[in-house]
């Protein structure tokens, strides 16, 4: 169930300790898809594994700005600091623990977000009496196509879950993808701090190649292995272990 469609007595009435909260991001997705990109598919993911699982889940409104300053350069994209989101997705998590909804699972559409969710779910689950754990959609899909940014996988996505945002007139390739996803990679680091230094149109990848097809499948791909990790989540012990 959507947490924010329903009404206060009807939450308190829902038999689950299970949640999902939907995390993402508001930030340029080249000339094509829309700044919401991330946080829509997170939600997307979130509620319709919260159709397909058998026990109720509830699913939380999705944190719409994360990690992004790296899209600076880019006209419309926000940001917060890493401490900043951290403790905002913490303490929405701790709303929803003093609920009861103890098992938690941080649904994220934002390669961005990746490490801050990691703490945030380590730190809640050691200091509270609750399972809190990441889980990044399209890491966890199974895909024809590498993860760029905006490229074939995302807009895969968008033209099967969000046909009307995608602006098809302006599907262009971006800078390409290498087997590191993207960046100035030296030595194993990435010299490039911002997107804008190895992309012009805020691209990676080639999105002419996106189908709404391969975007049905990467949804009921994200969909089984959510299910799969919400099973998991349902019947690990809520307990720490003891001091050795």
């Not at 991001?25 to 919401?36: I, L, N």
Request: overall charge negative; charged content about 25%.
């Amino acid at each position: 169930m959507d947490l924010h469609e329903h009404t206060w007595t009807e939450a308190d009435e829902a038999e689950t300790d299970l949640a999902l909260l939907p995390v993402g991001s508001t930030e340029q997705h080249g000339p094509h898809d829309p700044m919401g990109t991330d946080f829509l598919a997170a939600e997307t993911v979130a509620s319709e594994t919260a159709e397909k699982v058998e026990q109720d889940v509830m699913v939380a409104p999705p944190v719409p700005v994360g990690i992004s300053e790296e899209h600076r350069q880019f006209t419309g994209s926000l940001w917060v600091s890493p401490d900043t989101f951290r403790s905002y997705v913490r303490e929405i998590a701790e709303s929803l623990i003093h609920h009861g909804w103890n098992r938690i699972v941080l649904v994220n559409g934002h390669g961005g977000n990746v490490s801050a969710l990691g703490e945030v779910a380590a730190r809640l689950s050691r200091a509270e009496e609750a399972i809190v754990v990441p889980f990044t959609w399209f890491d966890a899909a199974d895909s024809t196509f590498d993860m760029g940014h905006a490229g074939p996988l995302e807009t895969s996505f968008l033209l099967h879950a969000y046909p009307e945002l995608v602006r098809e007139d302006r599907l262009e390739a971006g800078a390409a993808q290498g087997a590191e996803r993207w960046g100035d990679w030296t030595c194993g680091q990435n010299l490039a701090h911002d997107t804008a230094e190895f992309t012009e149109n805020g691209t990676v990848g080639d999105p002419t190649k996106a189908t709404a097809a391969e975007g049905e499948h990467l949804l009921d791909s994200a969909t089984d292995r959510l299910a799969e990790l919400l099973a998991a989540v349902r019947t690990r012990p809520l307990t720490n272990p003891p001091h050795k």
